[in-house]
C-alpha cells in the first residue's frame, strides 16, 4: 500500500511446520538480562497510522509486528539480544511519517522499522532514513516508484538502498487485475476512479494500462477527495457512462461509500480495488450491495496458507483486539526480517551488535532468506519481494471471499 487493511509460536514450530525457527534457540549471553530475550535491547520501529480511517489495517500491522518480537525472544533467536517494538501514529499523513522517521533515527536502540502502511508516507521517510542508513521493511507500500524510481516503467533505478518490503507492487497488482475483469469477469467497459494520492493514482494507472492492452474500454475517469464522503455526483457519471465495472484506486474509507452510491444512483455494477479496500471495514461502509464487489490483495489468503496456521493460531492467542487485517502476515514477515538481518550481523560479529550496527543491518537484509507467513520471504535487487503472489477476492455473504490467486502473467 500502500495506502492502507493480513502472532506465541509453540508446537507447530517444534514440529517444523513454520521454519521460522531455522535458526533455532539460543541461550543469553553473560549480559544483564532486559528481558524475555535477555542483553541488549534491539527496538524495532512501527510507522502505520493508529488512529483514523486507516487504523484498522495499522493496528494489525503493529499487533503482527509486536508478536514477531514476542516470539523471537521466546525462542532466545538472537543470542544476548531482546526485541521489542515502538510504534507511532502517522495518521496516514506524510508529514507525520517524516516526523516519525526523524524520531526513530535520534534513538540509538532502535535498529530497524516495520511500515508505513501507505506509499505516499514512504515518499516522506525514505531519504530520512537511508541518511541514517536504517533499514526499512514495509509490509503494505506498493507504489513502484518507492524501488525503481519514477521512472520505473522505463528505466528502474533504486533510490534507496535501506528501503525493502514484503508487499508486491502495483505494477503486477493492477494489470493482475485487469485480467480477471477483462478474462474472467467479461466486463469490457470500466470507468475508473482514483484519489489522487500515489497508491490510488498509480494502481489506477496499471490497471487502466492492461486493460487498454486486453482490448478493454475506459468509458470514464474522474478523481475524488479523498476527504470526501459524498460521490453522488460521480456515481450519477458512473450510471450515465454505461459502465459494466467501476476500478477504484484508493482505500476502504471511500471505497465503501463510492460502491454503496454508485449502487443507489442506478449502476448496479461491481466496484473493483486493490488491497486498500479488502478490509471488513469496506462491506459496513459499503451495505447489503456490496456483494460481488472485489479487491486484489498481495499473496495468498494467510488462512489458506499451511505456513501460515500458527501465526493465526498464536495471534487469536495473544489476545490482541484488533484483527490481523490484510497486512497482518506481511507484518511478522517484515519484523522478522529485521530480526534474522540483526542475527546475521550478530553472528558475524562475536556475539555482539558492532559499532556500526545499522548500517551493517542493512547491508544483511539484502540477502536475508526465510520460509516465513506468506511463503518465502526475500528480496530482489531492487528491495522488491520476491514473492509475486496476487488474489481476487469477491464479497459474499457480507464477507470477503477468495476467487483466484495465481501470479500476473505480463
Not at 530520512?128 to 533499514?135: E, G, I, M, N, T
Request: net charge neutral.
Amino acid at each position: 500500500m500502500r495506502q492502507r487493511s493480513l502472532i506465541a509460536i509453540t508446537a507447530a514450530l517444534a514440529a517444523g511446520a513454520l521454519t521460522l525457527t531455522a535458526c533455532g534457540s539460543r541461550d543469553s549471553g553473560d549480559k544483564k538480562d532486559s528481558g524475555e530475550g535477555g542483553g541488549t535491547t534491539v527496538v524495532i520501529g512501527v510507522d502505520v497510522p493508529l488512529t483514523g480511517d486507516l487504523s484498522a489495517m495499522g493496528l494489525g500491522i503493529k499487533n503482527s509486528a509486536d508478536l514477531a518480537a514476542n516470539n523471537a525472544n521466546k525462542q532466545k533467536l538472537v543470542k544476548g539480544v531482546n526485541f521489542k517494538i515502538e510504534a507511532l501514529d502517522d495518521q496516514a499523513q506524510p508529514s507525520a511519517g517524516q516526523q516519525n522517521a526523524s524520531k526513530f533515527v535520534s534513538e540509538k536502540e532502535v535498529l530497524g522499522v516495520v511500515g508505513p502502511l501507505n506509499s505516499s508516507v514512504a515518499e516522506s521517510m525514505q531519504k530520512v532514513f537511508d541518511d541514517a542508513k536504517l533499514v526499512q521493511v514495509s509490509p503494505a507500500n506498493t507504489g513502484p516508484a518507492l524501488t525503481q524510481g519514477p521512472d520505473w516503467q522505463t528505466k528502474k533505478v533504486r533510490g534507496y538502498k535501506s528501503y525493502f518490503r514484503t508487499a508486491t507492487t502495483d505494477a503486477i497488482q493492477g494489470p493482475f487485475a485487469a485480467q480477471y475483469v477483462f478474462n474472467e469477469a467479461k466486463k469490457k467497459k470500466v470507468f475508473v476512479i482514483d484519489d489522487k494520492k500515489t497508491y490510488g493514482s498509480g494502481l489506477a494507472a496499471t490497471f487502466t494500462d492492461e486493460f487498454k492492452k486486453l482490448g478493454g474500454k475506459v468509458v470514464g475517469t474522474e478523481h475524488i477527495n479523498p476527504d470526501a464522503k459524498d460521490f453522488s455526483a460521480v456515481a450519477t457519471k458512473v450510471k450515465n457512462s454505461g459502465a459494466e465495472v467501476v476500478y477504484y484506486g484508493g482505500e476502504y474509507p471511500q471505497a465503501g461509500p463510492l460502491s454503496k452510491q454508485i449502487k443507489a444512483a442506478g449502476a448496479k455494477i461491481p466496484l473493483v480495488g486493490g488491497d486498500g479496500i479488502k478490509d471488513d471495514t469496506f462491506m459496513k461502509l459499503a451495505g447489503s450491495e456490496a456483494t460481488g464487489d472485489l479487491a486484489t490483495s498481495v499473496g495468498a489468503p494467510v488462512e489458506d496458507l499451511p505456513s501460515a496456521k500458527q501465526f493465526v493460531a498464536d495471534y487469536k492467542a495473544a489476545g490482541y483486539k484488533e484483527e490481523y487485517s490484510a497486512y497482518g502476515g506481511y507484518a511478522y514477515d517484515s519484523a522478522w526480517a529485521v530480526i534474522e538481518a540483526v542475527k546475521k550481523v550478530v553472528d558475524a560479529n562475536g556475539g555482539e551488535l558492532p559499532s556500526d550496527a545499522r548500517a551493517k543491518i542493512t547491508e544483511a537484509m539484502q540477502g536475508v532468506s526465510f520460509d516465513g507467513v506468506t511463503g518465502k520471504v526475500s528480496f530482489d535487487e531492487f528491495g522488491d519481494a520476491t514473492n509475486k503472489q496476487l488474489t481476487v477476492y469477491a464479497v459474499k455473504n457480507g464477507a470477503w471471499v477468495p476467487v483466484k490467486s495465481g501470479t500476473y502473467s505480463g
